[in-house]
Nanobody, 112 residues
């Protein structure tokens, strides 16, 4: 089992920045990829960014150049640095391991 706990969400004005964190615990030996996903009201859950065990990263087109995924293996923590935030980035952001384990989500709201 893997447990994931997100933090760092909040409210910010357009153009602002936030950094999300995801603390992982449990049996992490079988985790080969971790990622951030988001789900807006009435929408499906979409991939935002993914990082593999070999540190290969992939981003959704709508965040390229604005968001950066990274991780600190010494702390078992995944991060998502979000810059130049837009109102359409408003969503619940979820951390995932192997697209199988999920955190509880953290709300990000971008508005004036």
């Amino acid at each position: 089992q893997v447990q994931l706990v997100e933090s760092g969400g909040g409210s910010v004005q357009p153009g602002g920045s936030l950094r999300l964190s995801c603390a992982a615990s449990g049996d992490l030996r079988r985790v080969f990829a971790m990622g951030w996903y988001r789900q807006g009201p009435g929408e499906q859950r979409d991939l935002v960014a993914l990082i593999s065990s070999m540190d290969r990263v992939n981003y959704a087109d709508f965040v390229k150049g604005r968001f950066t995924i990274s991780r600190d293996n010494t702390k078992n923590t995944l991060y998502l640095q979000m810059n130049s935030l837009k109102p359409e980035d408003t969503a619940v952001y979820y951390c995932s391991a192997n697209q199988h384990y999920w955190g509880q989500g953290t709300q990000v709201t971008v508005s004036l």
